[in-house]
């Protein structure tokens, strides 16, 4: 039988879970399995701007569900932009940074179970399973501003810990750093504004139980440094208001419509799918949560300042969704973290029993690490990213489709129409041309269908009103258009080449290529 304490105590152990984690996420994107679509592509376009053309930005990507009326932070830009600068617009070493960013979380992780938990043991063994975990794999390869807070929330709830629980008085660095951790985690995703919510509850926590008050000076070093840090997302919103964009009747609140009774029903089913994919993506078994729950409450010595620090974490989401009902997955970022920690809070302790139970949380990390594995090889192979709304082709994909056109064209002018989401922008095929297809064949296609002047993008290809002789359709997966509307988009551009091309249909995944030739 395995010496696991002998084993845990290895001063190695820790940099080759954090190796593992890096190694399974440069593995998951291998061969360009990059989820790639029109929100990947307007920030690479707009990022790009900032260095290539000095355009420096103050306003983020928009917040979905809001009809472009509300937007994260800018941070995101500027951190992604040297990458894409340097990589000359690959979307794959962009990928490699926010890897490295999703990496060091595990790092994080780890630090809060030595320090929440008191135990090595318990961080070692919580971040084995974020290193491992085929969601926080996906967090940390997913080419989108909110994959940020898998590295800044987590973050923030170690400084909330050492600021307000801890028992000793914290330095003021501590108030700074905390501060700039918040505004950094805001600037990553606006939902994350809810953290507020838990510093509150650790501030009258810090107040009842170790009577400490906090000093003035430290409470404000925070509150500046929070607020200089979204300082550029209070002037976005602001102009927007200026300008009458920035209203409640501008966003989409139809969820109002439901009872308070309707939407706890769907945040308590909603927590439960995400602790079901979070510990078996393989197959959501209620019997494995049931043993898990019994696991963190029966198993687990857990005092009453863990417990506050992690509900306050794990349900700071709750008065979002109260108020707006939204069920992405990437709204949850970062509770993967305080999950992962009382699971091996309650691990902890069975390893420290008799050897039945040192073999039962063995068997748990093995089937964990097995599930978790396997599926990450299915959803490889499927081309599905879990936290990317549209379903479909990946960047390896995409990157066929259009060496085959080139291939097809031989050389000659051609053009192109697409049937994307959002519908009619073009923003995603106009960056993939001009990125991979110029670098790669000298020359750049043209684009057939609705004027693109009011997208973003609208200038990197020449747009014409006719096809030339070599014309290609390609069309997108899951873009929630119906049959209808995708059978008049293909019979509208036969009818475009006057129905006297041949045509030839070609498929890469999901992903569809109709060739017109005159």
Not at 124 to 148: D, E, G, K, M, Y
Not at 159 to 164: E, S
Not at 285 to 291: G, I, K
């Amino acid at each position: 039988m395995i010496n696991i304490k002998k084993l845990l105590n290895n001063k190695y152990v820790l940099p080759a879970i954090i190796c593992l984690g890096f190694v399974l996420r440069v593995f998951s994107i291998s061969h360009n399995h990059i989820f790639f679509y029109f929100d990947q592509a307007r920030d690479a376009t707009i990022s790009r701007q900032i260095i290539e053309q000095k355009d420096f930005k103050i306003m983020g990507p928009s917040v979905s569900g809001t009809q472009d009326s509300v937007y994260h932070g800018v941070l995101y830009y500027y951190l992604i932009a040297p990458f894409y600068y340097f990589g000359h617009g690959n979307p794959y070493i962009v990928t490699l940074f926010l890897i490295t960013i999703g990496t060091l979380s595990i790092l994080i992780t780890y630090l809060l179970g030595k320090e929440v938990f008191n135990s090595k043991t318990t961080g070692l063994i919580a971040a084995f399973l974020h290193a491992t975990s085929v969601i926080c794999i996906h967090q940390s390869t997913w080419l989108s501003n909110p994959t940020l807070s898998g590295f800044f929330v987590p973050l923030t709830y170690y400084l909330i810990w050492r600021v307000f629980f801890s028992s000793k008085t914290q330095p003021v660095k501590f108030f700074l750093l905390l501060g700039i951790s918040l505004a950094l985690s805001v600037q990553s995703a606006l939902q994350n504004i809810t953290i507020l919510g838990s510093i509150l509850i650790a501030f009258i926590y810090s107040l009842k139980f170790h009577q400490q008050v906090q000093s003035f000076k430290k409470m404000v070093i925070l509150l500046t440094a929070f607020a200089m840090g979204i300082m550029s997302m209070v002037l976005t919103e602001f102009l927007m208001y200026q300008r009458g964009i920035l209203s409640f009747d501008t966003l989409n609140l139809e969820e109002h419509s439901a009872s308070l009774i309707q939407v706890i029903q769907k945040i308590i089913l909603r927590y439960y799918a995400l602790l079901a994919d979070l510990l078996n993506p393989m197959a959501q078994l209620p019997w494995l949560v049931l043993a898990v729950v019994l696991l963190i409450i029966c198993l687990g010595k857990i005092s009453k300042k863990q417990i506050i620090w992690s509900l306050s974490f794990i349900l700071a989401p709750i008065w979002l969704l109260i108020w707006h009902f939204r069920d992405p997955n990437h709204t949850f970022i970062g509770i993967e973290v305080p999950t992962f920690l009382l699971i091996a809070n309650g691990l902890t302790n069975l390893i420290t029993k008799n050897q039945l139970k040192k073999t039962l949380a063995i068997l748990f990390m093995v089937v964990f690490v097995f599930s978790n594995i396997s599926q990450m090889l299915i959803w490889k192979e499927q081309q599905f990213q879990y936290f990317g709304i549209q379903k479909g082709a990946f960047l390896n994909s995409q990157l066929q489709l259009i060496d085959k056109t080139y291939s097809l064209a031989n050389g000659e002018p051609f053009s192109f129409s697409s049937l994307t989401s959002p519908y009619a922008i073009n923003t995603t095929w106009n960056y993939l041309y001009k990125w991979y297809g110029q670098q790669q064949y000298g020359f750049v296609p043209s684009y057939v269908g609705i004027n693109q002047n009011n997208f973003v993008g609208n200038d990197i290809l020449p747009e014409k009103s006719s096809p030339k002789s070599w014309h290609f359709l390609i069309n997108e997966p899951d873009t929630t258009l119906s049959k209808k509307m995708e059978d008049d988009f293909f019979l509208e551009q036969k009818q475009f080449s006057n129905n006297q091309a041949t045509s030839a249909n070609y498929e890469f995944g999901r992903l569809k290529l109709m060739s017109l030739h005159q």
